[in-house]
């Protein structure tokens, strides 16, 4: 059974920094694709970053140069650098995983970015 756990949510003012984590069991995240996303109030679920099965790596343009998305394989974790955080980045952020049996979403973390 694959399970996500995220970690290292919480409350930052503007220009801040903050470091999320996913860890992983029941599946190799360097063996798949993966992802953050995240969901603001009212809005639709949106692409963060995300590292492709052969390794690409695409950001979304709002968080090009803040963002930096990464995988430890040893400790089998994914990672979300944030930095020069912004109120618009308040959301809930989901890290997400593709594998041949299909795709899996961790239960969400809150980001408050403060003005």
């Known amino acids: 059974q694959v399970q996500l756990v995220e970690s290292g949510g919480g409350l930052v003012q503007a220009g801040g920094s903050l470091r999320l984590s996913c860890a992983a069991s029941g599946t190799t995240l360097s063996r798949n694709a993966i992802g953050w996303y995240r969901q603001a109030p009212g809005k639709q679920r949106e692409l963060v970053a995300r590292?492709?099965?052969?390794?690409?790596?695409n950001y979304a343009d709002s968080v090009k140069a803040r963002f930096t998305i990464s995988i430890d394989s040893a400790k089998n974790m994914m990672y979300l650098q944030m930095n020069s955080l912004k109120p618009e980045d308040t959301a809930v952020y989901y890290c997400?995983?593709?594998?041949?049996?299909?795709?899996?979403w961790g239960q969400g973390t809150q980001v408050t970015v403060s003005s």
């Open positions: 997400h995983t593709e594998t041949s049996f299909g795709a899996y």
């Open positions: 590292i492709s099965i052969v390794a690409n790596t």
